[in-house]
């Protein structure tokens, strides 16, 4: 019993090797640019905070318009997932804005994932 024990703990573990060496390859393997500009968004470029919050809080409304609609949530588009992204990025951005926050990151990703929900769209 106890090499029976041991031979499946052994086996077990070689498992656990082997999927956390598969996975560490995905990870350095090359990334997708989802975004085709490098670079700041003009939503970041945007000085005004009450213009920028207007402008966050439209993107987020148009995204979450999208992402309730059963046209997109049931099309073969990626407009779902894309919607579903910039919502969230979007009312990142905003929360971060009620704060007086300007956070860099979320708002190249709220611009950035609504315009790949847009070009999906059409």
């Not at 049931?74 to 894309?82: E, G, I, Y």
Request: some cysteine; aromatic content about 8%.
């Amino acid at each position: 019993m106890k090499i029976r024990s041991r031979s499946l703990g052994t086996a077990a573990a070689l498992l656990l090797a082997g999927s956390t060496g598969f996975a560490a390859d995905i990870i350095e393997g090359p990334t997708a640019d989802y975004c085709r500009t490098v670079g700041t968004s003009n939503l970041v470029l945007t000085e005004n905070t009450v213009d920028l919050t207007k402008q966050v809080v439209k993107l987020m409304d148009e995204s979450i318009a999208v992402a309730k609609s059963p046209e997109w949530i049931n099309s073969s588009r990626p407009v779902f997932v894309w919607a579903s992204e910039a919502k969230v990025a979007c009312g990142m951005a905003y929360g971060y804005l009620k704060t007086n926050y300007k956070d860099e990151d979320t708002l190249n990703k709220c611009e950035c994932f609504h315009d790949r929900m847009v070009e999906y769209m059409n």
